[in-house]
């Protein structure tokens, strides 16, 4: 391809001028599929394997556990996977800022791979193991490649994204959790089906019966399998792609290979800028400094650190991303609706609930979800007391309550996240948040145990719907976006890693919360309005953070073909240059890789130019008017003389 393509000498240029061919060559392009597909893979690998433990933890307590009413070792499975996630993506976000990020881009997904395989392999043998140690060892294993796998798509995709698609781009990898959950469930659906045509799962209310323990132990390991099937496929893709020319030359100070990576990735040839400057070429090397030019920063040396986190101020950006993130996930992941045990507490009127339980003697198994009664297969017998009742009934609450809103947010993110500001966005999506978390509580006790109960039901899909769509999609996007490309990585990583901190602290207090004297995790309690609401508190909390600390990303007060921000808007808001459905363009990397300095610098001056526009704006408007008023006196005239 190189052959073909004309590829300048990068000694020629400056290394600012390199920056801004890179820059000029990525943006000359639209939405690159193939950076989408090669990080949209590993995301949904990565989301299906997470998400996968809530469909087959039933057919695990099923098998192994089947007279425990207890979720220890639910938690503490879940506890181990969250924990190495934070590992995954500390660790590997600070090693993608040090040593690449491709050389690490699919180390990860080997390591899903083979914790994925581990799990589905998992055995307790002739009593000489224990089943709960195995999956505890490769859920922890797996978590890390999960980890792992956050901050290397988010910033390979941010930097090889075009400045006007970086939105779409960025949304579109993250629409894939949503629909790597709605995949884990369908997958576990059609396997239960599948399964139950030959063995009548539905007459399986016990392990003991037949050969309902084989073949449920089936069910689960090949749900688990599933998940290699896409790590395989984004394995092969990510020997296509390159290390960014952004991170070859603003970390490695490689111009050569930062134009040969782009243009193997976009193709086309590399542009040459018009004016190439005063240049100073150093005999011997490839690379030359000029002389007005600073070096580099030493990357994670203690003077650059302290220099652009401490005494930059760009400290509270990375506390900003990080409390807004952890704040997301502790709703998020304590909310618990995609745990079947959960779900059922939310479908099942009190009355009815009560009535299940008492039928069951007060005591109900964890694999349980108190499915309702009936026809859920060709087979008469089903009386909801049993593993395939438990099992679709799971699957079908997790798609209609979590997974189709989740989905439809983050398609809805991808069509207005350019038309959106998106730091305003954030803050008012943790309002909209926090409001519908408490009117889902307040729903939850009044219609509890009416007929209005479905109600309950539809607040909880809408605030999956707005989750993706604001939040939870954007404490994804804003990491990748506003930290220089040295500290890209790290920065993301450990935003990530504090979100998943606040899961596992989450879930460690609502193991232990009682409300009116019954455990928050008991399917039998009654309290789960208590923690809608207590959770719309947290998520109010949240437009403190994401107000102070969370920088613009768009431009604003910028003029465009002489036409400024107020012309525009007067336009309306269908008109094609602006209103509230205009496209905001991005800033660029660079830009906001300066960090709060250079952002407080342009705040000045937009201001400034601002006033000055608004003066020229106000005096230009008088003219207007004036001449408006001279037509209609004419206008006026001429209709009396008419009369």
């Known amino acids: 391809m190189n052959s073909i ?105 080997v390591i899903v791979i083979f914790s994925t395989l581990g799990v589905a392999s998992a055995s307790r043998g002739e009593g000489s193991m224990d089943i709960l140690a195995w999956l505890l060892v490769w859920r922890f294993v797996m978590g890390i490649g999960i980890g792992a796998e956050y901050p290397l798509s988010a910033v390979i995709t941010t930097e090889w994204s075009p400045t006007h698609a970086r939105t779409r781009m960025m949304g579109s990898v993250f ?23 030959k063995h009548q799962l539905d007459k399986c209310s016990s392990p003991s019966i037949g050969d309902c323990r084989q073949q449920v132990d089936r069910i689960w390991r090949w749900v688990t399998g599933v998940g290699a099937i896409p790590a395989l496929l984004a394995i092969v893709f990510r020997f296509l792609i390159k290390d960014p020319g952004l991170y070859e030359l603003e970390v490695r100070n490689d111009g050569d290979s930062a134009f040969k990576n782009t243009d193997e990735v976009y193709g086309g040839g590399i542009p040459e800028p018009d004016s190439h400057g005063p240049l100073r070429h150093t005999r011997g090397s490839s690379h030359f400094m000029d002389m007005g030019e600073p070096p580099l920063p030493v990357q994670f040396s203690r003077a650059d650190l302290y220099d652009y986190f401490i005494a930059q101020g760009n400290i509270w950006y990375l506390v900003g991303t990080s409390t807004t993130w952890w704040l997301v996930d502790f709703a998020f992941y304590g909310l618990g609706m995609g745990n079947p045990r959960t779900l059922a507490k939310l479908w099942l009127k009190g009355s009815e609930r009560n009535a299940r339980v008492a039928a069951l003697g007060g005591r109900v198994p964890t694999w349980n979800v108190l499915a309702p009664s009936g026809r859920l297969s060709a ?68 219609t509890g145990d009416t007929a209005r109960h479905a109600l309950s039901v539809a607040l909880v899909g809408l605030i999956y719907f707005v989750f993706n769509l604001g939040a939870n999609t954007l404490t994804f996007v804003l990491p990748a976006e506003i930290f220089p490309t040295r500290y890209r990585c790290a920065c993301h990583g450990v935003s990530a890693a504090c979100g998943k901190l606040g899961s596992v602290l989450v879930q460690w207090i609502l193991r232990r919360a009682r409300f009116e004297g019954v455990k928050a995790d008991d399917v039998a309690g009654e309290n789960l309005g208590y923690v809608f609401v207590v ?109």
């Open 5 to 109: 393509h004309h590829i300048p000498d990068a000694s020629a240029f400056t290394r600012t001028q390199q920056l801004h061919i890179i820059r000029r060559t990525i943006d000359g392009n639209s939405f690159n599929w193939l950076v989408w597909a090669v990080a949209a893979l590993g995301l949904l690998t990565d989301s299906y394997n997470l998400f996968t433990f809530n469909v087959i933890i039933n057919a695990l307590y099923f098998v192994y556990w089947p007279d425990e009413d207890d979720t220890q070792k639910e938690f503490l499975i879940n506890m181990t996977t969250l924990v190495g996630s934070i590992v995954g993506q500390i660790v590997f976000g600070i090693f993608a800022d040090k040593f690449g990020r491709t050389r690490l881009y699919g180390v990860e997904l």
């Open 379 to 446: 087979h008469e017998h089903n009386d909801g007391n049993n593993i395939h009742a438990a099992l679709v009934e799971g699957a079908k609450r997790n798609i209609i309550t979590v997974s189709i809103g989740s989905v439809l947010g983050s398609a809805a993110f991808i069509l207005l996240g350019d038309r959106l500001p998106r730091r305003r966005a954030l803050t008012l999506s943790f309002v909209a948040l926090g409001a519908l978390f408490l009117a889902t509580g307040g729903a939850i006790f009044a």
């Open 535 to 643: 959770f719309g508190c947290v998520m109010l909390t949240g437009t403190l953070f994401s107000w102070a600390w969370i920088p613009e990303v768009q431009k604003r007060g910028r003029m465009r073909d002489g036409d400024d921000e107020e012309r525009r808007r007067r336009r309306g808001c269908c008109g094609s240059s602006g209103g509230l459905l205009r496209v905001l363009p991005s800033k660029t990397l660079e830009e906001l890789g300066k960090g709060m300095e250079a952002a407080r610098a342009e705040k000045v001056a937009v201001e400034a130019s601002s006033s000055m526009v608004g003066a020229g704006s106000a005096e230009e408007e008088g003219v207007e008017m004036g001449d408006v008023r001279r037509r209609r006196g004419k206008d006026w005239r001429r209709w009396v003389r008419r009369v």
């Open 175 to 197: 629409l894939m959790q949503p629909l790597g959950q709605l995949i884990a469930n369908l997958v576990g659906l059609g396997v239960v089906m599948g399964y139950n045509s």
